[in-house]
């Protein structure tokens, strides 16, 4: 099984930013597969392990100190030809807990790194997913700019767990969540 997990934006946040994006894809037909999660920031590419729920458990418990978050979005970016994203600026609590999930998850469950997890992993916020969208980026981007005001700033006080036995964008279900510390 799959595990993803990332700290979820704000409901009137994710509500606003879902509904300029919804709006917006009116015009273009866009997969909304990256809506089925809460908008949010992924701390780690998502893994395979057998046993999610101790994982998950671990997971929390080691972060069950972590206080609330404040994420500065800097810009509205197109990454390849298939994702726009909302770009976080790093910060130290960011970094740290993605450091911490790979350190320990490595030497309690035997985790590797995944994918771009490690010194090259980039915290953002997705908008779209689709390999269609290559033809419409520029234009998607512009429109997306004159509804999203970056930079702005939010604070997050939620983890979210979600599992998936593929893996893959859309498939992925929440199970848990661990509320920070304000």
Known sequence: MYIWTGLVFDKKSEDNIRNICKEINEDYGLSELSFTLPQHVSLKTSFDIEDYTRVIEYIKKILSKQKSINLKICSITKINNAVIWLDLEENYELRKIHEL???????????????????????????????????EHEILVKRLNEKIYVPFEINVNEIDFGISEKGTVGTFIEVDSLSLNQ
Not at 105 to 134: A, R, V, W, Y
């Open 101 to 135: 999930l790979n350190s320990k998850l490595k030497e309690k469950f035997g985790i590797p790194l995944n994918g771009f997890d490690g010194e090259n992993f980039h915290f953002h916020s997705t908008l779209f997913q689709d390999k269609n969208i290559k033809d």
